[in-house]
């Protein structure tokens, strides 16, 4: 992202992408709004913490000494556990004041913290209930992470060598449904399975016998589960 990027985005209002604080702010302050950054971003996406903007109404106010405030930041980071690598910072000049914006990218080795783990939730960072904390945990996992994002949305699911219920062999078998996550964690996912008119029902898979692919005649995800 630009400079000129940056201060474009500087007029947007908070929000999930978007903080503003003052010269004076604290450590533990830094290290909340990094780490609810870090830890609930898409990849893809950035947002930006401005340092020396005023958090009400948006003043330009500026920072004392921007060399002296990007060493707050990296201090800030690195001592968040594990440290948050997923930033850079820049200075820039507004109004004839220098500004220092932070901009904070989706992290692979989320989630971070600094004591508790913060998301963002609209434009506040607030601590991660024990259903994110989960989600954060199984994001590091790939697969994991790809289940999650499909969220709800219906997926294809095929079982090939054996039943949707039942991951027992069974030679030549086939079965294909529509689907829908019904959870996911490092180690198993959950799926709501809807077949030809029967009453829904939820099955468990171990993540090692599920493969992601695509369903392209119906142009959505599909879950291959093996025996």
């Given at each position: 992202m630009t400079d000129d990027e940056l201060r474009q985005r500087l007029t947007d209002d908070e929000d999930q992408l978007v903080e503003r604080k003052s010269d004076g702010v604290k450590r533990d302050e830094l290290q909340q709004t990094l780490s609810a950054f870090a830890n609930t971003l898409q990849p893809g996406n950035a947002g930006v913490l401005f340092i020396g903007v005023a958090?009400?109404?948006?003043?330009?106010?500026?920072?004392?000494?921007?060399?002296?405030?990007?060493?707050?930041?990296?201090?800030?980071?690195?001592?968040?556990?594990?440290?948050?690598?997923s930033y850079e910072s820049h200075a820039l000049t507004i109004e004839k004041k220098t500004v220092v914006a932070v901009l904070i990218r989706a992290s692979g080795e989320r989630p971070h913290f600094t004591g508790p783990?913060?998301?963002?939730?609209?434009?506040?960072?607030?601590?991660?209930?024990?259903?994110?904390?989960?989600?954060?945990?199984a994001s590091?996992?790939?697969?994991?992470?790809?289940?999650?994002?499909?969220?709800?949305?219906?997926?294809?699911?095929?079982?090939?060598?054996?039943?949707?219920e039942n991951p027992m062999p069974a030679p030549g078998a086939r079965y294909?449904?529509?689907?829908?996550?019904?959870?996911?964690?490092?180690?198993?996912v959950r799926l709501t399975?809807?077949?030809n008119g029967m009453p829904a029902w939820t099955i468990a898979e171990p993540l090692d016998r599920v493969s992601i692919s695509h369903d392209v005649r119906r142009d959505r995800p599909m879950l291959i589960l093996s025996s």
């Amino acid at each position: 992202m630009t400079d000129d990027e940056l201060r474009q985005r500087l007029t947007d209002d908070e929000d999930q992408l978007v903080e503003r604080k003052s010269d004076g702010v604290k450590r533990d302050e830094l290290q909340q709004t990094l780490s609810a950054f870090a830890n609930t971003l898409q990849p893809g996406n950035a947002g930006v913490l401005f340092i020396g903007v005023a958090d009400k109404g948006g003043a330009i106010t500026g920072v004392a000494n921007s060399d002296s405030t990007q060493h707050r930041v990296r201090e800030a980071a690195e001592s968040c556990f594990p440290p948050i690598r997923s930033y850079e910072s820049h200075a820039l000049t507004i109004e004839k004041k220098t500004v220092v914006a932070v901009l904070i990218r989706a992290s692979g080795e989320r989630p971070h913290f600094t004591g508790p783990a913060y998301v963002r939730v609209g434009s506040e960072s607030v601590k991660a209930s024990a259903e994110q904390y989960e989600k954060l945990i199984a994001s590091r996992n790939g697969k994991t992470e790809a289940i999650l994002r499909i969220g709800n949305a219906p997926v294809t699911v095929e079982a090939i060598g054996r039943r949707f219920e039942n991951p027992m062999p069974a030679p030549g078998a086939r079965y294909l449904s529509e689907a829908r996550i019904a959870g996911c964690d490092a180690h198993c996912v959950r799926l709501t399975v809807s077949s030809n008119g029967m009453p829904a029902w939820t099955i468990a898979e171990p993540l090692d016998r599920v493969s992601i692919s695509h369903d392209v005649r119906r142009d959505r995800p599909m879950l291959i589960l093996s025996s």
